[in-house]
């Protein structure tokens, strides 16, 4: 992979993975005038309840919301393995190598399952909470920016795929 495309590739790896953690970890999927929902926790004002709280019962989740939690885990493990790929080839330089197919494929499985992960948790939110797409207090509930933030890990996961399937093709 020449300099400008790993360059390149490296640098939408970098945010694609600060995309997904950010997601993953913060509270804010589920929004609500007083109070928000992510993956992990639940928010009321300023004080958050934590799954792993031990007066918080893992089987209360709903089994989208484990769904969901699952295919970020696996996306964003995913990511993070590919930069690892990515990184320990840029700086060793193997001449034989062609990690840039390696890199594409985890990509587009991290695209998939973070991708799923949104989609599942979208269309059970709206159908269950009635959550909606909006900017005012048309509905109780409304998509957070974590979940905007995870639909933009996943676009990423796509073009970064793609970037890096195209050098791969390139090199041969």
Known sequence: MNS???????????VTNLAA????????????????????AT???TQCQWVFDNNKDLAESNDYIIATQGLMSVGLTVCLIALLVSTL????????????????GLMITAFLSIGIA??????????EKKAGISFDNDHD???GWSF?????????????SLLYGCSSKKED
Do not use: D
């Open 4 to 14: 400008c495309a790993a360059i390149s590739g490296l640098i939408m790896l970098v």
């Open 21 to 40: 953690i950010v997601s993953f970890a913060t509270p804010y999927w589920r929004e609500q005038t007083s109070s928000t929902e992510g993956l992990w």
């Open 43 to 45: 928010c009321h004002g």
């Open 89 to 104: 080839a840029l700086c060793c330089q193997c001449n034989s190598c062609n990690y840039t197919g390696f890199v594409a």
């Open 118 to 127: 949104v989609a599942v948790y979208g269309i059970k939110s709206s159908k």
């Open 141 to 143: 509930f409304r998509f």
């Open 148 to 160: 905007w933030v995870g639909a933009g890990a996943a676009i990423m996961a796509l073009l970064t």
